[in-house]
């Protein structure tokens, strides 16, 4: 059976997005040239398992419509547009026509159900920090795997926000990177 995965790239002062949803900052590090002209040119192998073993993306409706680092490039998408696969949006305004590759949901229970029937007995990997939040308060969300790039972006939209919410208890997966939870409940 599919588990939930939360997935994000995040600076180290735990964004994942700039103000107003700004994806930008992310072009350096996904362009294999990091800031200073330093070229990546090892793969993260973390990050490749993990697209290896996704079987859906269930996107929030502001991910979904939001600003892609790599927009008109052969990168732009999921996973710097290696990701070809279902993905479900939930949302509370589905589009007037059908989109293709997309599945739009109003309601969480009926998007988590329909991209687990995606997945099949792979990871169903969330992106969105709202719609994160959402299944972790609804209890559905299973794991936590958090990239981390080397920028400090001061505002912008959290890895996970939820003012006055209970502590979300998590511990490290045996064998995984150092930053792949578990969700306890």
Not at 46 to 62: K, N, V
Not at 104 to 118: I, M, Q
Not at 179 to 185: D, K, N
């Amino acid at each position: 059976m599919a588990k939930l995965l939360y997935s994000a790239t995040a600076s180290l002062d735990g964004f994942i997005a700039g103000p107003g949803g700004d994806m930008s900052w992310l072009t350096d590090y996904l362009s294999g040239e990091q800031p200073g002209g330093q070229e990546v040119t090892e793969a993260d192998p973390t990050a490749e398992r993990l697209l290896a073993r996704i079987g859906a993306i269930l996107a929030g409706s502001r991910t979904y419509r939001g600003d892609d680092p790599n927009r008109g490039t052969d990168r732009e998408g999921a996973f710097g547009g290696q990701y070809h696969g279902p993905v479900v949006v939930l949302t509370h305004r589905p589009p007037a026509h059908p989109v293709d590759g997309i599945t739009f949901a109003t309601d969480l229970a009926g998007a988590v159900e329909s991209a687990k029937e995606a997945a099949g007995d792979r990871y169903v990997n969330v992106l969105g920090a709202d719609i994160a939040r959402q299944c972790l308060e609804a209890g559905l969300l299973d794991e936590v795997l958090i990239f981390f790039a080397p920028v400090l972006l001061g505002d912008g939209v959290r890895i996970f926000d939820h003012p006055g919410g209970a502590p979300v208890r998590l511990e490290p997966l045996p064998g995984e990177s150092a930053h792949w939870y578990r969700v306890l409940r």
